[in-house]
Antibody
Framework: EVHLVESGGGLVQPGRSLRISCAAS????????MHWVRQAPGKGLEWVSG????????EYADSVKGRFTVSRDNAKKSLYLQMNSLRPEDTGLYYC????????????????WGQGTPVTVSS | IQLTQSPSFLSASVGDRVTITCRASQDIRSYLAWYQQKPGKAPKFLIY???TLQSGVPSRFSGSGSGTEFTLTISSLQPEDFATYYCQQLNSYPRTFGQGTTVEIK
């Protein structure tokens, strides 16, 4: 069974940095693209970033480009999101999600979601 | 690519047929997925490639459409179907979601 467990969220002041992590199990982690999706309180879903299985392809939402960096460590079966220059509008629940198909960067939707880690940006 | 769902909110009864529309700002071929989210829970993946049901999803759910207009239909609404539904385009990056449609009990 696939398990995705996010950690590292918390309260941070505007302009500061935070790194969140996702520990994966139950599947061959290094065969799948992974993504981060966030949800502001009471709002809809927003795709944040994605990384291919071999870290060669990386994409970001315009709202975080230049401030956030996604990475993965396949040996540790872990996904990371380094968030710098945080803004109040970055507040939300950050989900780690897995693509449905192996080696599919282009078209795969997300078949597994973690429970999310909350990030609050406030002074 | 912007996705616009309609309606944003609908009130329906158990047994009703429900249809949610998702319109894309440009042609996304058939590269659309649907998710269901219940309060306090992570989203659940329902449908991809516009109409392919994920394993385990009840057959009362169906999807259709291509190009810029897509629909999610629940043929006979069940109590466990009251939730918020999101469409997502998979045609290009950055990925985008619709704003969501909340289905509530009438």
């Amino acid at each position: 069974e696939v398990h995705l467990v996010e950690s590292g969220g918390g309260l941070v002041q505007p302009g500061r940095s935070l790194r969140i992590s996702c520990a994966a199990s139950g599947f061959t982690f290094d065969d799948y693209a992974m993504h981060w999706v966030r949800q502001a309180p009471g709002k809809g879903l927003e795709w944040v970033s994605g990384i291919s299985w071999n870290s060669i392809i990386i994409e970001y939402a315009d709202s975080v480009k230049g401030r956030f960096t996604v990475s993965r460590d396949n040996a540790k079966k872990s996904l990371y999101l380094q968030m710098n220059s945080l803004r109040p509008e970055d507040t939300g629940l950050y989900y780690c999600v897995k693509a449905i198909h192996e080696f599919d960067w282009l078209l795969a939707p997300y078949d597994s979601w973690g429970q999310g880690t909350p990030v609050t940006v406030s002074s | 690519i912007q996705l616009t769902q309609s309606p944003s909110f609908l009130s329906a009864s158990v047994g009703d047929r429900v249809t949610i529309t998702c319109r894309a700002s440009q042609d996304i071929r058939s590269y659309l997925a649907w998710y269901q989210q219940k309060p306090g829970k992570a989203p659940k993946f329902l449908i991809y490639a516009a109409f392919t049901l994920q394993s385990g999803v009840p057959s009362r759910f169906s999807g259709s459409g291509s190009g810029t207009e897509f629909t999610l239909t629940i043929s006979s609404l069940q109590p466990e179907d009251f939730a918020t539904y999101y469409c997502q385009q998979l045609n290009s990056y950055p990925r985008t979601f619709g704003q969501g449609t909340t289905v509530e009990i009438k």
